[in-house]
């Protein structure tokens, strides 16, 4: 089952922030984060290893909950080059290969 | 400097006529992904395979079928399309572990069936 990710989407105006939440019914074993803007595939941004970890990427951070089974994305000071669509990606466990998507959050960042 | 490359990019079928999309990579990655998206979906997991010569179901497996023959190539075949198969189609690689890197997309096929 896919996690669901919140909001589903978010309107910023340039240097605001936005949270994005990761939510699994299952235990997570890894968080990636990635964007995917129109028409393209989405990109890689930071992967999460274990619980507690902390990960930024210029003004893009990431934390993951392990006990909480959930991620947050963090955009701070956002950018016009911000906008697009942001996927978590996961395995659930230590023991299977199978690797699936979030829901998805639009963010549009208008200047 | 390839990566993942798929073929064809863009396809129209008509409702029962079969084809197959073609995933290479050349990262000599183990593990492979089929991903299908639609409008303002996300993407889910149709079939992956995690070594040549072998498949396993994803989350969204009817009505497609998948062979892993070698190991850079990942085929995905639609037996009798239904409209319901018109989306994007994004393979994916990645190399093997359980907590290693990225997924490296290709740069999808976009399916009409009429």
């Known amino acids: 089952q896919q996690p669901v990710q919140s909001p589903q989407a978010v309107i910023l105006r340039e240097g605001e922030d936005a949270v994005i939440n990761c939510s699994s019914s299952?235990?997570?074993?890894?968080v990636h984060w990635y964007r995917q803007k129109h028409g393209e595939a989405p990109v890689f941004l930071m992967i999460l290893l274990k619980g507690g970890e902390q990960k930024g990427h210029e003004k893009i951070s990431a934390s993951f909950n392990e006990k909480k089974q959930q991620s947050s994305l963090y955009l701070t000071a956002s950018q016009l080059s911000y906008s697009g669509t942001y996927f978590c990606g996961t395995h659930h466990t230590s023991g299977t290969y199978k690797y699936i998507f979030g829901t998805g959050t639009r963010l549009k960042v208008l200047a | 400097n390839a990566g993942v490359t798929q073929t064809p990019k863009f396809r129209v079928l008509k409702t029962g006529q079969s084809m197959t999309l073609l995933c290479a990579q050349d990262?000599?990655?183990?593990?492979m992904y089929w991903y299908r998206q639609d409008p303002g979906m996300g993407l889910r997991l149709i079939h992956y395979?995690?070594?040549?010569?072998?498949?396993a179901k994803g989350e969204v497996p009817d009505g497609y079928n998948v062979s892993r023959l070698k190991k850079q190539n990942f085929l995905l075949g639609l037996e009798s399309a239904a409209p319901s198969q018109t989306s994007v189609y994004f393979c994916?690689?990645?190399?093997?572990?359980?907590?290693?890197?990225?997924?490296?997309f290709g740069e999808g096929s976009r399916l009409t069936v009429l």
């Open positions: 990262m000599n990655h183990e593990y």
């Open positions: 395979s995690v070594g040549e010569g072998t498949t």
């Open positions: 299952k235990a997570l074993y890894s």
């Open positions: 994916a690689s990645r190399e093997q572990g359980q907590n290693t890197g990225e997924l490296f």
